[in-house]
């Protein structure tokens, strides 16, 4: 069974605080998301990668930046956490040259405080 | 920006009824495209896709219709049950690198 893993569920952080999201896929995939979701705003993507080392920017890169030193891991990092940031924050994979289909993880909910 | 939109934020059902959730895109060229269920408190999860080429596909009590004419999604959910109570997202794939466009989901609800 195809599996996108976040290793955090929820997590509580004081502003300014640095914060690691890490996300792992088992399938071998090449592509990687990161995706904040918020009521009424739904999905929004914040950067992606294509490969190892690659990264693109997505809709709302501002305040996030992310690492990709491994195919499988995909890592998103606010560098000082604020309360704007609060948020359920979703990792996705997909196959270059599929149909496009996203395998989503199961979600990071994060409290900024 | 936005090129995939829900008409509606919630819809309200009666246990057994039918649903019909519609999603509106604007990108002709978009090829392929997917709905995806969201249950509270967990991430997207996969229900049925379809590709421009096709009109209709059906899965286990959903069927997706397509109508390219209007740039028209719908996803119709048969003899709803309260396990389908979730956050349903139309999603497009337009080709570009930076994957699938989503609509900002309709939450359906239903009562008993």
């Known amino acids: 069974d195809v599996k996108v893993t976040q290793s955090s569920r929820y997590l509580v952080k004081r502003t300014g605080e640095k914060v690691f999201l890490e996300c792992v896929q088992d399938m071998d995939h090449e592509n990687m998301f990161w995706y904040r979701q918020d009521p009424g705003l739904g999905l929004r993507l914040i950067y992606f990668?294509?490969?190892?080392?690659?990264?693109e920017k997505g809709d709302i890169p501002e305040g996030y930046s992310v690492s990709r030193e491994k195919k499988e891991r995909f890592s998103l990092i606010l560098e000082s956490a604020s309360t704007n940031q609060t948020s359920m924050y979703l990792c996705a994979s997909s196959w270059t040259g599929g149909t496009g289909e996203l395998f989503f993880g199961e979600g990071s909910r994060l409290t900024v405080l | 920006g936005e090129s995939v939109g829900l008409h509606l934020p919630t819809l309200s059902v009666q246990e057994g009824d039918n649903s019909i959730i519609n999603c509106a895109y604007s990108n002709s060229a978009s090829d392929y495209f997917i709905w995806y269920k969201q249950e509270s408190g967990k991430g997207p999860q996969f229900i049925i896709d379809i590709r421009s080429n096709m009109d209709k596909r059906q899965g286990q009590r959903v069927t997706v219709l397509l109508n390219k004419t209007v740039k028209h999604l719908s996803l119709q959910i048969a003899a709803t049950q309260p396990g389908d109570s979730a956050v349903y997202f139309c999603?497009?794939?337009?080709?570009?690198?930076?994957?699938?466009?989503f609509g900002k989901g309709t939450h359906l609800i239903i009562q008993p």
């Open positions: 999603a497009e794939n337009e080709g570009g690198a930076d994957g699938l466009t």
């Open positions: 990668s294509y490969d190892v080392k690659m990264k």
